[in-house]
């Protein structure tokens, strides 16, 4: 994070557009040294000596306890991911998270509501998902694990903030972002009490509402919510956002911060196998090794999954069924082929 950090700051002082919403603090040609400043930083940050404007995307079955508190020592903000893994795992998850911050604060004994009060993390939860399980549930747990930030995906907010906020009056202060990918569903959504938007592009990886990459989105996105009297609301950029210069575009165009995934998923901390790994870092030309659509779920059960919405993946031996899928009807053909991409799995 920190090389990101100084590559974007060499980036923006080296931009012809002035930069308006951020100030650039301080350059330095060590990436230790480097320091950028953003409302984000200065109001959701860690550490205002180490914050640096970038949030971990709570990737389901990668952004585990490990690497989310990788991120927040590192000055970021360390989401766990829930995706589609019960909420006994997010809590398991949440404990690995605040031990290995503990152990590296030498507190091992601190209370743990204190040492989530302070550690800045958070986590992630599809909407569809906490709606299965009973009234006040998220407000139970926002109580339970304290934590500084939530993180809502794919769904309609407006049943969930309250519940959140419910557990804030009661001591557990903590900020709330909410997904979009138009500009539409992101004023709604600062109508409806979050802190951050996060504007999703198309060529996020995962499943995306992007019609539009981040460039198209963001300046519109910071305009409206202006016009409209939401100034104070954030907007944090998601979507192809992988090194300083990407981090510096952001910022240029509107963003507070960036949420970061596809390149903490080949992180040490992360939940993804070594295999999984070493195909995302020997990835390149992400227009031809990517694809968006339906067909990987499929493949692994899922007709459609609970948002609705497609998801980037890259590309594989099992992507390349796809048209031999499409030729069939049967089921029994079909199930072949879900033998055959789960075969591949576990020989990987």
């Known amino acids: 994070l920190r090389w990101i950090v100084a590559t974007t700051a060499t980036t923006l002082s080296r931009a012809l557009v002035p930069i308006t919403r951020q100030t650039i603090t301080s350059f330095s040609t060590s990436a230790l040294n480097a320091r950028i400043r953003t409302r984000f930083t200065e109001t959701l940050g860690g550490d205002g000596n180490n914050a640096v404007p970038i949030v971990l995307a709570p990737m389901g079955g990668c952004a585990g306890g490990a690497l989310a508190a990788s991120v927040a020592q590192a000055g970021g903000v ?63 747990l ?37 997904n979009a990918g138009d500009v539409a569903t992101a004023l709604t959504h600062a109508r409806n009490g979050a802190d951050c938007v996060v504007m999703q592009g198309s060529d996020a990886g995962g499943h995306t509402h992007g019609r539009a990459s981040i460039f198209a989105l963001l300046p519109e996105t910071r305009s409206t919510l202006d016009a409209h009297g939401y100034g104070s609301v954030m907007v944090v950029a998601a979507g192809g956002v992988s090194d300083g210069r990407g981090l510096a575009a952001a910022l240029t165009l509107g963003a507070d911060a960036v949420v970061m995934g596809t390149r903490l ?18 990835a390149t030309d992400g227009a031809k090794s990517t694809t968006l659509g339906r067909f990987h779920d499929a493949l692994n059960g899922v007709e459609e999954h609970s948002s609705g919405l497609p998801g980037r993946c890259l590309v594989t031996r099992s992507t390349g069924l796809e048209g031999e899928w499409i030729r069939t009807e049967k089921n029994t053909t079909r199930e072949d082929l879900q033998a055959r991409h789960r075969e591949g799995v576990e020989m990987a």
């Open 265 to 282: 998923a080949a992180a040490t901390e992360s939940v993804y196998s070594s295999t999984q790994k070493m195909a995302l870092v020997e």
């Open 78 to 140: 360390g989401l766990v991911g829930s995706g589609g893994e019960t909420l006994d795992y997010l809590k398991e998850e949440w404990a690995v998270a605040l031990n290995a911050i503990q152990g590296a604060n030498g507190e091992p004994n601190q209370d743990r509501s204190v040492a989530a009060s302070r550690a800045n993390l958070g986590f992630g939860v599809n909407i569809h998902q906490i709606e299965e399980y009973p009234e006040g549930t998220l407000q139970s």
């Open 142 to 178: 926002v109580t339970e694990l304290h934590p500084r930030h939530v993180y809502l995906s794919f769904g309609d907010i407006r049943r969930h903030v309250p519940a959140i906020r419910a557990a804030e009056a009661e001591g557990h202060p903590c900020a709330i972002y909410s």
